[in-house]
């Protein structure tokens, strides 16, 4: 059950980080990048010894990993 909730978080994450970039990708892209944003936004929540709890705090903390993934691709595209 755990993965199953993980991967709905992802593509959450990446919709919502896409919407936020202005973006327009597919369902698989958002999976990604979603899930890759997870790994950032955690990572970024352990350096500020923030603890996330709950579908909605993991939501938000991977959708900024999202952002963050989102906007460092566009400056290595835009070049």
């Known amino acids: 059950m755990g993965w199953i909730v ?3 978080i992802g593509i959450a ?3 919502l980080a896409e919407k936020i970039m ?9 999976l990604v990048v979603g899930v890759i944003g ?3 936004g955690g990572f970024i929540a352990t350096q500020l010894n923030i ?3 709950g579908l909605l705090g993991t939501l ?5 990993g ?3 993934l989102l906007f460092i691709v566009g400056l290595f595209k835009r070049r």
């Open 22 to 30: 202005g973006r327009n990708h597919g369902l698989v892209t958002n």
């Open 13 to 15: 994450a990446g919709w």
């Open 60 to 64: 938000i903390f991977a959708t900024l």
């Open 66 to 68: 999202a952002v963050i």
């Open 6 to 8: 993980a991967i709905l």
């Open 38 to 40: 997870g790994l950032i």
């Open 51 to 53: 603890g996330v709890s």
